[in-house]
């Protein structure tokens, strides 16, 4: 038995790297793994292929996530292609632009919030409403960032809709623990992706310099820790913020 044999897990933006690591991290505990993507899903079908070719079982779905209706149809479709079923959400869907706050328009501010923080709301609604009716309850994590604690020059709309992810999660397990269903968040740090290197050394420099084991996050490293708060082993840890960051946080800033 793995850590998550019997689950239905959707993972939202499975198309990228940290949403692609979630998935087939899942997979391999033995869930079956909804991959949701929005647009290209050249990626998210590679991953599924991976995991069906592993013996695991997955299926993709497109959704518009800043659409209210459209989350309900994508966990829908998700528990209806698990049996009714869905045990566990990641809420991993999400942009990152760069953009220095005096420029920054009020559409530019509404865009990230929608992108980041309302999809969390109306896919979590969406998919309470399905585990507080079956045995068991359910799991959802969300995906944060260090930065919803420590933001970067030129991510105040990223942020702060990182940091209202955290606060989500923290109102969403008071108000859903009745029910069996826990929530969290985790919060990764700086994570390697192809090209990064090329794009950002003197970041890369400054990251590794910053933290206590000396490298870059992977994908599976935020995938391990998901899998973790879907498990048993955390059935009694909710509200939480997972940071994931190689110990970045933990040193001092003087």
């Not at 793995?2 to 790297?17: E, F, K, M, R």
């Not at 991290?25 to 070719?53: K, M, N, P, Y």
């Not at 209706?69 to 209806?80: F, H, I, K, Q």
């Amino acid at each position: 038995m793995t850590l998550l044999t019997g689950q239905v897990a959707l993972i939202t933006g499975a198309g990228g790297g940290i949403g692609r690591g979630i998935a087939l991290r899942f997979a391999e505990e033995g869930a079956a793994v909804a991959l949701h993507c929005r647009t290209g899903t050249a990626a998210v079908r590679e991953a599924a292929a991976r995991i069906d070719a592993s013996g695991g079982r997955s299926v993709v779905l497109r959704a518009e996530l800043t659409d209210d209706d459209a989350c309900r149809r994508l966990v829908g479709e998700a528990a209806e292609w698990g049996g009714g079923r869905l045990t566990a959400l990641v809420n991993n869907a999400g942009v990152q632009p760069v953009q220095p706050l005096p420029g920054m328009t009020t559409t530019d501010w509404r865009t990230v919030l929608d992108a980041n923080l309302t999809g969390v709301f109306a896919c979590t609604q969406a998919a309470a409403d399905i585990m507080r009716e079956q045995t068991g309850g359910g799991t959802v994590t969300h995906i944060a960032s260090v930065e919803a604690g420590l933001p970067a020059p030129g991510h105040a709309h990223y942020a702060a809709s990182k940091a209202a992810v955290v606060a989500h999660a923290r109102a969403a397990a008071q108000e859903y623990g009745p029910y069996g269903i826990r929530v969290n968040t985790v919060s990764p740090g700086l994570i390697d992706r192809p090209g990064l290197a090329e794009a950002w050394p003197e970041g890369i420099r400054r990251w590794r310099a910053a933290t206590a084991t000396g490298r870059l996050g992977r994908p599976e490293d935020v995938g391990d820790a998901c899998v973790f708060l879907a498990s048993r082993l955390a059935s009694w840890i909710t509200g939480h913020d997972l940071v994931v960051d190689g110990g970045a946080t933990a040193r001092p800033t003087w």
